[in-house]
């Protein structure tokens, strides 16, 4: 039986707008039109006042989609290579630590806004994880998600325009282990990556219907297990539900919340695409990794939103996930104690 509750009209025209504009944004070839194109006709229905609804349930089946589709590129061969990147990924790392400093000073000097949500918000980590942290310490949680779903927006923008102007694409030779789509071994595929999932959530894992996905996927490559590659339908689908999970986080309030603060958070996340972008040249130069797979490995974005461009453009795909969920992990785990150590080192805490 239907839950009467759940506003069906809503998510039927959510997924409606979002399906109308991955089409056009097929038709116009623009990167990612299966997330580009909901994410930006969501997020403008949304603050036209216009009624939508994307559940998290939604937004964890595209985190699904992603994570697992990702897991079928890490081979015995690629864990190889990625070894070789280890201590590359501890400095990117301690970079992200640095760029969220930076930019929470940034926004600090562009707005009147008072340090530990500052700090939160332009930390380079997901939004809910961070506004969490942040509401332990007195954060604005309204302002710290607001200050993400902006940053990931202009990244998820920005970069893989930015990588088609320059025609980049096909330069890294990871594929799939498989690309054979099996029946019987696609619902062994969806019952066991959804049940570590389920697992890693009641853990409370950050991340977990990404995390999940991707850590069965990469164990069962590794071992030369190939159940299944996943329907191009499916990712596809995957994409959409991220687009349009992102897009309906902008309401009608969004742009009326102070627009100072907006303007400076939009300043800011633009300042560290741009450093994170120089750090990857840099990164590629010092390491012999393309530059272009750096950009996206080292961007201040999210892990299923830059490895589906590294996807979709072919950039080294297992590189930019490694990076982005070794970041994660690390950023959720330090970055509490290191707002406590800046808290004692400016010897009295930050009021508004």
Known sequence: MMDSSFPWRAFLLTLLIGIAAALVCLLLHTPLPWMIGPLFATAAARMRGIRLHAPVRVREAGQWVIGTALGLYFTPVVLTTLASFIEWTVAAVLFAMLLGMACAWMLRQLTDIDWTTAF????????????????????????????????????????????????????????????????????????????????????????????????????????????????????????????????????????????????????????????????????????????????????????????????????????????????MVALVLLIGPLFRLLRRLHGSRETD
């Not at 990712?235 to 992102?246: A, F, T």
């Open 120 to 327: 939160f918000a332009m930390a380079v980590g997901g939004a809910s994880e961070m506004a969490t942290q942040g509401e332990r310490y007195g954060a604005r949680t309204d302002r710290v998600a607001a200050a993400h779903s902006l940053r990931i927006m202009l990244v998820v923008v920005i970069l893989p325009f930015g990588l088609k102007f320059m025609d980049v694409h096909g330069l890294d030779p990871y594929q799939q282990a498989t690309r054979m789509v099996d029946i019987a071994g696609l619902v062994q595929l969806i019952l066991l990556t959804s049940l570590c999932a389920l697992t890693l959530r009641r853990l409370q894992i950050p991340n977990a219907w990404v995390i999940g996905p991707l850590l069965v996927t990469i164990a069962l490559t590794a071992c030369e297990i190939h159940w299944s590659a996943l329907p191009q339908w499916m990712i596809n689908g995957g994409q959409l539900l991220i687009g349009v999970s992102l897009g309906t986080r902008f309401t009608p309030e969004f742009l009326h919340t102070a627009p100072r603060y907006l303007w400076g958070v939009a300043v800011s996340a633009l300042a560290a695409v741009a450093l994170a972008t120089g750090f990857g040249v840099l990164l590629a130069y010092a390491s012999g990794m393309h530059a272009a797979t750096a950009i996206l490995a080292t961007s201040p974005g999210g892990i299923a939103e830059m490895s589906l461009t590294a996807k979709t453009l072919q950039l080294g795909v297992p590189i930019v996930t490694a990076f982005h969920v070794i970041r």
